[in-house]
């Protein structure tokens, strides 16, 4: 007889007792404090253990013969039944795929809700079509991941404050109009400055990545050209790679000057574009000794890809898989005085796939790695679409119809440093007012005179605006 044609009397799993012909695994299936349900092709149920009872409020024997729907009630965070796609048992019962989700809820039969972990795999032999339903209580999991990011994020933010001041304080003695330092001491200034840098970008990077983590990354898309961007990226850069005595090549694929080069336009927010790809080329760059680092794009009709290729250490098979999980660093020979944090590749992931985008590489020990970033591509009727738009609503808002109309129309065409000093015009909905954001981060006064670096540059200015205290420093210095 087969699995599924058990009576509710003969499945004595069902009604929570020891069972059927299988003693052995009805043992385990009882014993299993996880919930397991066994459904028929129709998304009936056929088993349900003690554990599914306990975690659902449903009595086995009430739950026997019932549609799944009305026992492993499954909704979203805005307690919106889980339905088609969005909900794993129905894709399992549709296509026969395992599926797994930890990302939704469960509805007791007293309304409850409760995070759950999912993982439905299809049953399918000669008697019988279904689907094993097991799923944990994981609300305890999901408080502690919540109160640890809600600790990292706080203290992340808390410590950028104070380490961007340190930062800001010896870039001003490095500042030969400011201080008088002997070449002893700038040695060791300067050594102190690169390491607060280096911690207000960890800071930076953590307070990231509990934003993504938790979905509360702030999005602000428009259209962005993308050659012109990457090439702005790749001009800044430039600095960077001269000092390894690198070519960093802004390659453009196969067009040549006799074809007319296509416009891959994506939507996408500027600021996360750019920290996706300067990490990446960051990335070909610190892990490549000689040779070059080539940048380019390229796409279709649906897509547009920037490929980032360099000739460095390259990355074994058995790391790569690992390579976007947090805190992941390749330890060996060619990497180990390298400095990083190992979060890089876990933002430019989450970052990427946050603007629906993907990213993926090929690469080759000792010969060097291939980092592909692809995102949808829009149309040219898009972005006019988008421009359009734009245009109605500064008319709409007199804040912004102090802008010339020219620059409005050139925006899109933009290199990302242009862009950056203009995103209030591409955000047509922002008003130009200090939020706390943008409170925190009015930059220290730094020095009149010197031209901050590339690196510099590149790097977040010091979210705090200047202390009377350090403007007292600042005038006496020139004084
Ligand atoms: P890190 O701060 O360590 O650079 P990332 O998350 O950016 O952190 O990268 C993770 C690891 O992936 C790095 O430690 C390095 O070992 C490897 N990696 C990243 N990019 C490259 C590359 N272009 N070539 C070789 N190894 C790379």
Known sequence: MGLFSRSNKSSKLASGHHTS???????????????????????N??????????????????????????????VDDKDVEAKDSANPIAETLKTCQPKNTDALFLLTKSNRRINVDVSVSPVSNNENRGAIVVFRDITLRKQNEEEKSNFISTASHEMRTPVAIIEGYLGMLLNSQLATIDDRAKNYVEKAHENSQ??????????????????????????????????????????????????LVFAMGNYSSAVVMPTYHIMADKDHLLEILENVIDNAIKYTDNGSVDVSVDGDVSKVRFVVKDSGVGIAPEDVSHLFQKFYRVNNDDTREVGGT?????????????MDGRVWLESEPKKG???YIEFPRISDAQV??????????????????????????????????????????????????????????????????????????????PPQAPTEEQNDIANQAQA
């Open 21 to 43: 012909g299988n003693d052995t695994s009805d043992l385990i299936i009882n014993s299993i404090s996880d919930g397991v349900v066994l459904l028929d092709s129709t998304g």
């Open 45 to 74: 149920i056929r088993v349900v253990n003690p554990g599914a009872s306990t975690i659902t409020g449903w009595r086995s024997k009430d739950a026997f013969g019932l549609n799944y729907l009305s026992v492993v009630k499954l």
């Open 198 to 247: 280096h911690l207000g970008n960890l800071f930076q990077d953590l307070l990231d990545i509990t934003q993504l983590d938790d979905n509360r990354m702030e999005q602000h898309p428009s259209p962005i050209n993308a050659i012109d961007f990457l090439r702005g990226v790749a001009e800044d850069l430039q600095p960077k790679a001269k000092e390894k005595n690198l070519q």
């Open 342 to 354: 190992g979060l890089g590749l876990y933002l430019v992931k989450k970052m990427a796939e946050s």
């Open 369 to 371: 790695s291939t980092f």
């Open 384 to 461: 006019n679409l988008y421009n359009n738009q734009d245009k109605v609503l500064k008319v709409q808002n007199p804040l912004q119809q102090v802008e010339p109309e020219e620059e409005t129309e050139a925006q899109t065409e933009k290199t990302p440093e242009t862009d950056s000093v203009s995103d209030s015009e591409v955000e047509p909905t922002e008003e130009p007012t200090a939020g706390p954001e943008t409170e925190q981060e009015a930059p220290v006064e730094q020095e009149p005179a010197e031209e901050p670096s590339a690196e510099q540059s590149s790097v977040e200015q």
